[in-house]
């Protein structure tokens, strides 16, 4: 063998060799010290036997916990549990005031797990005592107090005497568990309960003087009616006991998660005093519909929340009986709200008074939140306030506000536009108001633009004002009074101001009030086919009157007033209705009108159009084709005719118009008329006597065409049916005297009301 070859033979021998003693000297090092572990383990296991003994550890922690809590304590057994577990079985402590011979607390068993080396400085540290399937027994008597016994603290550490030594231990204990615990409360006056199954909490390093971390986790069970409903809770946090002073108690950051819908409700709590506590607790609440309330059983209500943020902050009172929010915030997508209020449960039943308010949102799409919401078309934004009470059992309103700017909305058939205003209700809406400053109303065909408007409802009585607006383009105002609206003997009281009034486009409005209104009170209520031809105007206008004014009285006034047969400044009227109804049969009541400064217009032409107005004016137009010569103007006559005044006086009975005066005073014409005319039936018998007083004196008139003072004058009487009147021709020679005496006569009011309306600045009070 080569001196190469033996010289590497023997490195690879070293190498083994090196290897073996490394792995023979790691062996005896570990069973060295797995040995020295052993012998340390049972050096104090046998120092623990010496210094402990079960049966007087047991009898020491029943007397301790006796003098603890104030109540009997009963521990069946103990055993040392491995090395370093003691394990106490059969615990509970009885209940001597709540329910009597009953267990207060009670467990399976309670399980001390305590470390080994502090024993040899003198020092029993227990890691952690676990309450093993406890059940805690909460009752609150009918005088108010507890059955919770006032826990008393030492101020110095416990200590503990070995019998067999005679040593003294400082005891400490690091954790506290609970495992698998139940929570009963029962209240014995109001017989409701509650109940925490699945209890389980962990305490670090627990002092009862100073804020220490916990787990928790619990399903809280609530009796609602005959119902039972469960909610998970998960929390972390910190808590002080304060060496069991309640007054003292305080819980820092408790994070929880409360699993009441599909998504779990995270919770962060600060408590302080038990006693009466104080707390401040945040919310995160995800989003959730009404069919995720199944915790009350309540039937679908078919809305849903958005996912909100929800803070408050208040007291617990009274045994925690009278609870006082000083303050709730609630963020949920564009709305925030703040509240605050009480809840008083000393009462039976409790009672309740909350207040809340929100910031201005946005309406648009709210309807996807609440659906039945949808039909009103909404936009724009809105604030509401409201307070909310319960007295005897019963949920009240007291007050409700809401707020909105540029609103738009289709309300019961009243289309709104872009309109700032107020609306507000007090006592569950038995007393409303409302006020809009700005936007537009369109009542089917009517627009009311520029809307100043204010109402009330109060004890059954409407009240509204419109202190100024636009109908259809013309300048308005309205004073409006309904007393006992839900009567069917209700009074309607009315002030009505047109910078220009047009009868026929008043009753187009009130068409359209009437076409909006009635469905209202009567589902599917229609209207009679509107009809055309000869008294058009009349028939569709009486089938239109609104059933709803039984008793309508006011005054109407205008700066001008037109229609196709006369126009004029200064229009006044006056009247007081009952029996307003669709076809006139039951219309009683007086009217008053008035009208300055105006014209008669183509009587010949509206005579071609309107068989009645044919009859009328005949004698005018005969006159105008026998008197070719010219003795008077009768062509201007026939054309636009001035007037000065024109006044009229008539009441109505069922239907029928009686009139008491009326005249009309002008440079070319005066007049007064006497008769009746029956709206319903379609007849009249009226007289009418007319004096010319712009003529030539050319020709001469027939004696039974001049009156006394030997003016041209006419004396007629139209009568029969509207549609085909009786024309008779009557003398003349009393016509001035009966003019001057209508004239004398006048009317029976001054329109003072109106006067007062229209300078006054009318608004329904809040």
């Given at each position: 063998?080569?001196?190469?070859?033996?010289?590497?033979?023997?490195?690879?021998?070293?190498?083994?060799?090196?290897?073996?003693?490394?792995?023979?000297?790691?062996?005896?090092?570990?069973?060295?010290?797995?040995?020295?572990?052993?012998?340390?383990?049972?050096?104090?296991?046998?120092?623990?036997?010496?210094?402990?003994?079960?049966?007087?550890?047991?009898?020491?922690?029943?007397?301790?916990?006796?003098?603890?809590?104030d109540?009997?304590?009963?521990?069946?057994?103990?055993?040392?549990?491995?090395?370093?577990?003691?394990?106490?079985?059969?615990?509970?402590?009885?209940?001597?005031?709540?329910?009597?011979?009953?267990?207060?607390?009670?467990?399976?068993?309670?399980?001390?797990?305590?470390?080994?080396?502090?024993?040899?400085?003198?020092?029993?540290?227990?890691?952690?005592?676990?309450?093993?399937?406890?059940?805690?027994n909460?009752?609150?008597?009918?005088?108010?107090?507890?059955?919770?016994?006032?826990?008393?603290?030492?101020?110095?550490?416990?200590?503990?005497?070995?019998?067999?030594?005679?040593?003294?231990?400082?005891?400490?204990?690091?954790?506290?568990?609970?495992?698998?615990?139940?929570?009963?409360?029962?209240?014995?006056?109001?017989g409701?309960?509650?109940?925490?199954y699945?209890?389980?909490?962990?305490?670090?390093?627990?002092?009862?003087?100073?804020?220490?971390?916990?787990?928790?986790e619990?399903?809280?069970?609530?009796?609602?009616?005959?119902?039972?409903?469960?909610?998970?809770?998960?929390?972390?946090?910190?808590v002080?006991?304060?060496?069991?002073?309640?007054?003292?108690?305080?819980?820092?950051?408790?994070?929880?998660?409360?699993?009441?819908?599909?998504?779990?409700?995270?919770?962060?709590?600060?408590?302080?005093?038990?006693?009466?506590?104080y707390?401040?607790?945040?919310?995160?609440?995800?989003?959730f519909?009404?069919?995720?309330?199944?915790?009350?059983h309540?039937?679908?209500?078919?809305?849903?929340?958005?996912?909100?943020?929800?803070t408050?902050?208040?007291?617990?009172?009274?045994?925690?009986?009278?609870?006082?929010?000083?303050?709730?915030?609630?963020?949920?997508?564009?709305?925030?709200?703040?509240?605050?209020?009480?809840?008083?449960?000393t009462?039976?039943?409790?009672?309740?008074?909350?207040?809340?308010?929100?910031?201005?949102f946005?309406?648009?799409?709210?309807?996807?939140?609440?659906?039945?919401?949808?039909?009103?078309?909404?936009?724009?934004?809105?604030?509401?306030?409201?307070?909310?009470?319960?007295?005897?059992?019963?949920?009240?309103?007291?007050?409700?506000?809401?707020q909105?700017?540029?609103?738009?909305?289709?309300f019961y058939?009243?289309?709104?536009?872009?309109?700032?205003?107020?609306?507000?209700?007090?006592?569950?809406?038995?007393?409303?108001?409302?006020?809009?400053?700005?936007?537009?109303?369109t009542?089917?065909?009517?627009?009311?633009?520029k809307?100043?408007?204010?109402?009330?409802?109060?004890k059954?009585?409407l009240?509204?004002?419109?202190?100024?607006?636009?109908?259809?383009?013309?300048?308005?105002?309205?004073?409006?009074?309904?007393?006992?609206?839900?009567?069917?003997?209700?009074?309607?009281r009315?002030?009505?101001?047109?910078?220009?009034?047009?009868?026929?486009?008043?009753?187009d409005?009130?068409?359209?009030?009437?076409?909006?209104?009635?469905?209202?009170?009567?589902?599917?209520?229609?209207?009679?086919?509107?009809?055309?031809?000869?008294?058009?105007?009349?028939?569709?206008?009486?089938?239109?009157?609104?059933?709803?004014?039984?008793?309508?009285?006011?005054?109407?006034?205008?700066?001008?007033?037109?229609?196709?047969?006369?126009?004029?400044?200064?229009?006044?009227?006056?009247f007081?209705?009952?029996?307003?109804?669709?076809?006139?049969?039951?219309?009683?009541?007086?009217?008053?009108?008035?009208?300055?400064?105006?014209?008669?217009?183509?009587?010949?032409?509206?005579?071609?159009?309107?068989?009645?107005?044919?009859?009328?004016?005949?004698?005018?137009?005969?006159?105008?084709?026998?008197?070719?010569?010219?003795?008077?103007?009768?062509g201007?006559?026939?054309?636009?005719?001035?007037?000065?005044?024109?006044?009229?006086?008539?009441?109505?009975?069922?239907?029928?118009?009686?009139?008491?005066?009326?005249?009309?005073?002008?440079?070319?014409?005066?007049?007064?008329?006497?008769?009746?005319?029956?709206?319903?039936?379609?007849?009249?018998?009226?007289?009418?006597?007319t004096?010319?007083?712009?003529?030539?004196?050319?020709?001469?008139?027939?004696e039974?065409?001049t009156?006394?003072?030997?003016?041209?004058?006419?004396?007629?009487?139209?009568?029969?049916?509207?549609?085909?009147?009786?024309?008779?021709?009557?003398?003349?020679?009393?016509?001035?005297?009966?003019?001057?005496?209508?004239?004398?006569?006048?009317?029976?009011?001054?329109?003072?009301?109106?006067?007062?309306?229209?300078?006054?600045?009318?608004?329904?009070?809040?």
């Amino acid at each position: 063998m080569s001196k190469k070859k033996k010289k590497k033979r023997s490195f690879w021998s070293w190498v083994w060799r090196f290897i073996k003693s490394c792995v023979v000297l790691s062996l005896r090092t570990v069973l060295f010290t797995v040995m020295l572990l052993l012998l340390i383990a049972a050096g104090l296991w046998l120092l623990f036997l010496k210094t402990f003994n079960a049966q007087h550890i047991s009898e020491l922690i029943t007397e301790e916990l006796q003098k603890r809590l104030d109540r009997p304590v009963i521990i069946s057994s103990l055993d040392l549990k491995f090395i370093n577990t003691v394990e106490l079985k059969g615990f509970s402590v009885v209940d001597t005031e709540g329910a009597p011979g009953y267990a207060l607390l009670s467990a399976d068993s309670v399980t001390l797990q305590f470390k080994l080396l502090p024993l040899l400085d003198q020092q029993l540290i227990i890691d952690e005592v676990s309450l093993n399937s406890p059940r805690f027994n909460i009752v609150r008597l009918p005088d108010g107090t507890y059955n919770m016994p006032q826990i008393r603290t030492p101020k110095e550490k416990s200590v503990y005497t070995s019998e067999l030594t005679g040593r003294k231990l400082a005891v400490s204990v690091e954790d506290w568990s609970v495992h698998n615990g139940v929570l009963s409360y029962k209240d014995l006056a109001s017989g409701v309960s509650h109940a925490i199954y699945g209890l389980n909490m962990h305490f670090e390093q627990l002092r009862f003087n100073e804020l220490s971390r916990f787990q928790a986790e619990m399903i809280l069970r609530n009796k609602w009616g005959d119902n039972i409903s469960d909610m998970e809770i998960k929390g972390t946090g910190h808590v002080n006991f304060a060496n069991f002073d309640w007054s003292k108690f305080a819980l820092r950051s408790l994070r929880t998660q409360v699993f009441l819908f599909q998504k779990p409700v995270d919770l962060l709590i600060d408590l302080d005093n038990l006693r009466t506590p104080y707390f401040n607790v945040k919310a995160s609440v995800p989003a959730f519909a009404s069919k995720d309330l199944s915790l009350f059983h309540e039937k679908e209500l078919g809305f849903s929340i958005p996912k909100a943020q929800l803070t408050a902050q208040g007291k617990l009172e009274q045994d925690y009986r009278l609870l006082t929010l000083s303050q709730v915030s609630v963020s949920a997508a564009d709305v925030q709200a703040q509240g605050s209020g009480t809840l008083d449960f000393t009462q039976t039943p409790f009672t309740a008074d909350l207040s809340a308010k929100t910031n201005f949102f946005k309406l648009a799409d709210k309807h996807t939140y609440y659906p039945d919401i949808r039909q009103y078309k909404l936009t724009g934004q809105a604030a509401v306030s409201a307070q909310l009470q319960r007295q005897k059992g019963k949920f009240s309103l007291p007050l409700l506000n809401v707020q909105g700017k540029d609103v738009s909305g289709l309300f019961y058939g009243f289309k709104a536009e872009n309109i700032d205003g107020e609306f507000q209700a007090k006592q569950n809406f038995s007393d409303l108001y409302a006020r809009t400053t700005a936007g537009k109303v369109t009542v089917h065909n009517s627009v009311f633009d520029k809307l100043d408007l204010s109402a009330s409802w109060r004890k059954g009585n409407l009240y509204a004002y419109i202190a100024s607006t636009e109908l259809n383009k013309v300048p308005f105002k309205l004073s409006l009074s309904v007393n006992n609206l839900k009567s069917a003997r209700r009074k309607i009281r009315t002030s009505i101001y047109w910078k220009d009034l047009d009868p026929l486009a008043f009753i187009d409005t009130v068409k359209d009030f009437v076409t909006v209104i009635t469905p209202l009170l009567k589902k599917g209520a229609k209207f009679k086919e509107p009809v055309e031809g000869e008294l058009a105007w009349l028939r569709n206008f009486r089938d239109r009157l609104p059933k709803f004014m039984p008793n309508f009285a006011g005054n109407l006034t205008a700066d001008t007033f037109s229609t196709q047969v006369l126009s004029g400044n200064r229009f006044s009227a006056e009247f007081d209705f009952t029996g307003m109804s669709a076809g006139m049969k039951n219309l009683s009541g007086p009217l008053e009108a008035r009208l300055e400064g105006g014209v008669i217009h183509q009587m010949e032409k509206l005579a071609e159009e309107q068989q009645a107005l044919n009859i009328t004016f005949q004698p005018f137009i005969l006159m105008h084709r026998m008197e070719r010569a010219g003795s008077f103007k009768v062509g201007q006559v026939l054309k636009d005719v001035p007037f000065n005044d024109m006044a009229v006086s008539v009441n109505f009975d069922k239907g029928r118009m009686q009139i008491n005066n009326a005249y009309t005073v002008g440079p070319t014409i005066s007049a007064a008329v006497s008769g009746w005319t029956d709206w319903v039936n379609e007849n009249f018998d009226i007289i009418i006597w007319t004096m010319f007083n712009n003529t030539s004196r050319s020709g001469a008139l027939a004696e039974n065409l001049t009156d006394e003072s030997g003016n041209p004058a006419l004396a007629f009487r139209v009568s029969s049916s509207m549609l085909k009147p009786k024309l008779e021709m009557m003398r003349a020679k009393k016509t001035g005297q009966t003019i001057r005496t209508a004239q004398e006569q006048g009317l029976n009011t001054s329109f003072k009301a109106a006067q007062e309306f229209i300078q006054g600045d009318f608004h329904a009070k809040k």
